[in-house]
């Protein structure tokens, strides 16, 4: 009678084995729960085989449970190890991992960041410490400063003379209707403050000038220069080129954009390898002459703001070395290398 059990236990205890994984996967048991019924199902098929009479099945049938337990063993073991690996991966990058110099509003302001893989704690410990300066506070410089400052960079200096007026207020969205007749550095500030209240915002209201330049952008790690005047933009890139800071460059008109970033410290070209002539006066029509589709300075500030948070953390590719630009009337977009001139004026014969 028991023989007949242990025969019964050894045959179709693989059966059982399959029912106890397929209720366990039903019912969606805790693995521990699951890996309990398993050995012990698989525990008594072993020693059923074992108890049987005839010698020769009974051999037989230990191989072949000790056989099955070692697949069962490998498979969970790989699972297990998947497992592991998955959690070590996710590891880095957690909200609680990023808690040293973060407080805890910080922490859920920057979650989206932190759960990142490329960003991560890490990543959002450096846009904290970076000090990044905006060379205009206008179409350009409205997305620019708004995701810079909502990204957490930590101080965010803004360059400009003008104040706000009524016509700027098409494409310029930092500034509001109230905020008329204000400095824009300081419409900036009012608006980067309320949007994050963790960073540091320093306002110059005056025009960028030669020496001045130079002295200014050695204070920063990072700029990012949006003005649609020529003299301001060579002046920007000899002052980037001269303190060893990289450049991140747009520039609109119409329907048109191109974003850059220019590292000649690291090899790349600067502003002026890639546009060594000046236009003459008048003949690129600024944004007032030739005019501007609203959300054009979005579209190319949010590539410039996009370039400076890749920059800061290191993750991706930048647009070193490439010009990106953006046709918006065809929603076309071309990505062109540009090199290093070594007798550029400006930034050759220095390496
Ligand atoms: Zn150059």
């Known amino acids: 009678m028991t023989s007949g059990l242990f025969v019964l236990l050894s045959q179709f205890g693989l059966l059982g084995l399959a029912v106890v994984g397929l209720i366990a996967w039903v019912r969606d048991w805790s693995r521990a729960k699951a890996y309990g019924w398993l050995a012990a199902v698989w525990l008594g098929g ?3 085989s074992w108890l049987r009479h005839d010698a020769e099945a009974a051999a037989g049938y230990v191989r072949l449970w000790i056989a099955v337990g070692l697949i069962g063993l490998v498979a969970a073991g790989y699972g297990e190890g998947v497992r592991w690996l998955r959690r070590r991966t996710r590891a880095t990058p957690t909200v609680a991992a990023a808690s040293g110099g973060f407080r805890e509003a910080e922490l859920d302001r ?9 960003i991560g704690g890490p990543g959002q410990k450096r846009l904290k410490a970076a000090k990044v300066l905006v060379v205009g506070a206008g179409g350009l410089g409205s ?28 494409r310029q ?8 007749g204000m400095a824009k550095v300081f419409s900036a500030e009012v608006a980067m403050r309320a949007l994050n209240p963790f960073i540091e915002v320093r306002p110059y209201h005056r025009r960028l000038t030669g020496e001045f330049a130079v002295d200014l952008v050695r204070d920063y790690d990072l700029v990012l220069d949006g003005t649609d005047d020529f003299d301001t933009r060579y002046l920007v890139n000899r002052a980037c080129v001269a303190a060893g800071v990289p450049l991140i460059s747009g520039a609109i008109t119409q329907w048109e954009g191109q974003v850059s970033l220019f590292d000649p410290a690291k090899g790349g070209p600067c502003y002026a390898c890639v546009f060594p002539v000046k236009p003459a006066p008048g003949l690129v029509p600024t944004c007032a002459e030739a005019g501007v589709a609203a959300p054009l300075p979005g579209v190319i500030g949010s590539m410039m703001a996009m370039e400076a948070v890749k920059w800061v953390t290191g993750a991706g590719e930048t647009l070193a070395g490439r010009l990106m630009i953006h046709d918006a009337l065809y929603m076309e977009a071309r990505v062109i290398g540009v090199r290093k001139r070594e007798d550029c004026e400006v930034c050759g014969g220095r390496h």
């Open 173 to 180: 969205v930092i500034h509001t209707d109230g905020r008329i």
């Open 46 to 48: 072993l020693v059923s």
């Open 143 to 170: 997305p620019v400063l708004l995701y810079l400052a909502a990204a957490g960079v930590g101080v965010i200096g803004v360059i400009d003379d003008d104040v706000v007026e009524g016509s700027n207020l098409q």
């Open 110 to 118: 920057y979650a989206r960041h932190i759960i990142l893989r490329e």
